[in-house]
């Protein structure tokens, strides 16, 4: 006899709107007054809180939650928008809280992305067509202006703000209440208005594993860059003729990081 097998149904409350066209997995959760546009796709073991808002051409992949009344893929707020259905893409586990707000992009067939393992937390805003890596923390209030990107493991302050097109390296830190106008280079600190390089984020690498041999090349590259006098090709000359820069993942990142800066760096 051949075996009866069902589909697993999302869990939609009878009160939530969830547009024609839409694409849901069986195992997502739609809490009460919540809206899904009908262009949204949502992965496996999604839940969207009550009164949570996913709209646009969003796709969303496995175990997302997402607070109430957030929303998630607005319409851009660039005034550069010419029609069509740019896009935001969001990877895997990560958090939205109440009120939070991620904005699809502004040119047809441009995406904003989000990775994997982020905490978004409640008020704070992701403006279009940001790149956005791996668990990142965004304290509550804090905003990413356009076209902003993140590396991994970044850690954003409460009340923050981050200018359009700044680039945040990995494993750094800009500190609460900070106006960031300047890029903030990987393993480093940054707080003040405007905000400025402080120290290196000896904290956070060793919350993420990092050796404390790499930590201490860390500091001595802030040394190098921030605290002997010298300007920036000095500075990232006495850097590349350190003794480890070709070897280390370090000093190979920060040397490259401030070599690509169009910004200029905190």
């Known amino acids: 006899m051949q075996e009866n097998l069902t589909k697993p149904m999302a869990k939609i409350h009878p009160t939530a709107i969830v547009e024609e066209g839409a694409q849901l997995s069986g195992s997502v959760e739609v809490g009460a007054y919540a809206y899904i546009g009908s262009h949204v796709r949502l992965g496996p073991e999604c839940r969207i809180h009550h009164h949570a808002t996913v709209e646009g051409n969003t796709e969303i992949g496995r175990g997302n939650e997402i607070f109430p009344y957030a929303l998630i893929g607005g319409k851009t707020h660039d005034l550069k928008y010419t029609g069509g259905e740019p896009g935001l893409t969001i990877g895997d586990y990560n958090v939205f809280r109440e009120y939070s707000t991620v904005h699809v992009a502004t040119k047809q067939g441009e995406f904003t992305r989000i990775g994997d393992r982020n905490s978004i937390l409640a008020y704070s805003h992701i403006a279009h067509d940001c790149q956005i890596g791996n668990?990142?923390?965004?304290?509550?209030?804090?905003?990413?202006?356009?076209?902003?990107?993140?590396?991994?493991?970044?850690?954003?302050?409460?009340?923050?703000?981050?200018?359009?097109?700044?680039?945040?390296?990995s494993y750094s830190m800009a500190a609460a209440a900070s106006k960031v106008i300047q890029?903030?280079?990987?393993?480093?600190?940054?707080?003040?208005?405007?905000?400025?390089?402080?120290?290196?984020?000896?904290?956070?690498?060793?919350?993420?594993?990092?050796?404390?041999?790499?930590?201490?090349?860390?500091?001595q590259a802030y040394k190098i860059l921030y605290r002997q006098g010298l300007n920036r090709s000095q500075s990232l000359e006495k850097l590349s003729a350190h003794p480890e820069a070709n070897n280390s993942p370090i000093l190979t990142s920060l040397i490259q990081f401030f070599k690509e800066s169009t910004r200029g760096v905190s």
């Open 135 to 169: 668990s990142l923390i965004m304290s509550s209030h804090a905003a990413l202006g356009g076209h902003v990107l993140c590396g991994d493991h970044v850690n954003i302050g409460w009340g923050t703000g981050i200018h359009q097109f700044c680039r945040l390296g």
């Open 183 to 219: 890029d903030i280079p990987p393993y480093f600190i940054a707080d003040g208005n405007p905000a400025r390089c402080r120290t290196h984020n000896k904290v956070g690498m060793e919350r993420f594993g990092i050796s404390a041999e790499d930590i201490s090349l860390a500091q």
